[in-house]
């Protein structure tokens, strides 16, 4: 099956002034549109053409680097996207309670999530993630995903550049601090943590 560029769920100016509309407009309709059409070109006529984005990305870890890193993006941006909200109300029900247990705070949480997406060096991303029954804060790099570990992926923050330069230029505490502090989308995080597995791209 061919995949299709998601649309945002929420209008492009939504987030602003965090993620600008003018943002969106190159990272959702360039960036990530990009990584759709080259995922789609490379799996046509083979037989992953009827395969899900998670198998792809399964199949293709180790050992086909460009079919791997452009279906972990189409993967990773749509979760992204989902990871964010206009406005937050902050988390409650048992994910409030897992971050106690796990953080001590949402505050020390918030903390973690900045410090280490701030000190990621280069691109990649910054993850809440359930293992065993406990919340994390994890990160990859450049492409590389959970959606086919064994973390159950809760909320990601995109590090790349131009996930925030158009914005707060080089500045991505300024960047991790507007998106952290205010769009975190806890719900989305409450609906993964429920399902108990990686959520599924839209065909």
Not at 133 to 152: I, M, P
Request: aromatic letters at 12%; hydrophobic letters at 40%; glycine letters at 6%.
């Amino acid at each position: 099956m061919a995949f299709t560029l998601m649309p945002l769920p929420y209008d492009s100016e939504a987030i602003a002034p965090a993620i600008s509309a003018e943002t969106f407009s190159f990272h959702h309709g360039k960036h990530h549109n990009a990584y759709v059409t080259k995922t789609n070109d490379a799996i046509a006529d083979t037989d992953q053409a009827d395969a899900s984005l998670a198998e792809i990305i399964a199949a293709s870890r180790g050992s086909n680097a460009g079919l791997f890193n452009n279906s972990a993006q189409v993967w990773n941006h749509g979760f992204f996207w989902h990871s964010l909200t206009p406005s937050t109300s902050g988390p409650s029900g048992d994910l409030a309670d897992m971050i106690d247990a796990s953080f001590g705070s949402l505050d020390e949480l918030k903390g973690q999530l900045k410090a280490k997406g701030t000190g990621h060096f280069a691109s990649g991303w910054v993850w809440l993630a359930e293992k065993g029954g406990k919340l994390e804060v994890v990160d990859t790099h450049d492409a590389d995903t959970l959606a086919d570990s064994d973390y159950n992926p809760l909320l990601v923050i995109d590090l790349w550049e131009h996930a925030y330069y158009l914005d707060h230029q080089n500045a991505r505490p300024s960047y991790l601090d507007a998106v952290v502090d205010n769009h975190l989308n806890w719900d989305f995080a409450a609906d993964n943590l429920a399902r108990g597995s990686a959520w599924t791209y839209p065909a």
